[in-house]
Nanobody, 125 residues
Framework: QVTLVESGGGSVQAGGSLKLSCVAS????????IGWFRQAPERKREAVAA????????HLADSVRGRFTISRDNAKNTVYLQMNRLEPEDSATYYC??????????????????WGQGTQVTVSS
């Protein structure tokens, strides 16, 4: 069992920055891919980014590439999502998720077994 807790959300103006954190606790002895997803009201959940256990492989959605970066500090069991040049379209609840043992494509939500409670990001124009 793994528990994920996100933090760092808030309200910013367009062009601003936020840094989200996802802290994992519990049975984290076998590190896995961790992903970030987001969901806005009346929209489908969207994959944003993911990072491999050692941090070597990093994936970003086309909509955020060049503006967002993902990183992790395994000593702190924490994954970060640095979001720069935020746009109103980035407004959503952001969730981090822990991949299943047998893995799968990073952007598929069903490949993740544990999810955090989410943190709200609101970007005003």
């Amino acid at each position: 069992q793994v528990t994920l807790v996100e933090s760092g959300g808030g309200s910013v103006q367009a062009g601003g920055s936020l840094k989200l954190s996802c802290v994992a606790s519990g049975d984290t002895s076998n590190m896995r891919y961790i992903g970030w997803f987001r969901q806005a009201p009346e929209r489908k959940r969207e994959a944003v980014a993911a990072i491999s256990p050692g941090g070597i492989n990093r994936h970003l959605a086309d909509s955020v590439r060049g503006r967002f970066t993902i990183s992790r500090d395994n000593a702190k069991n924490t994954v970060y999502l640095q979001m720069n040049r935020l746009e109103p379209e980035d407004s959503a609840t952001y969730y981090c998720a822990y991949m299943k043992t047998d893995g799968g494509w990073w952007s598929v939500a069903s490949n993740y077994v544990y999810w955090g409670q989410g943190t709200q990001v609101t970007v005003s124009s």
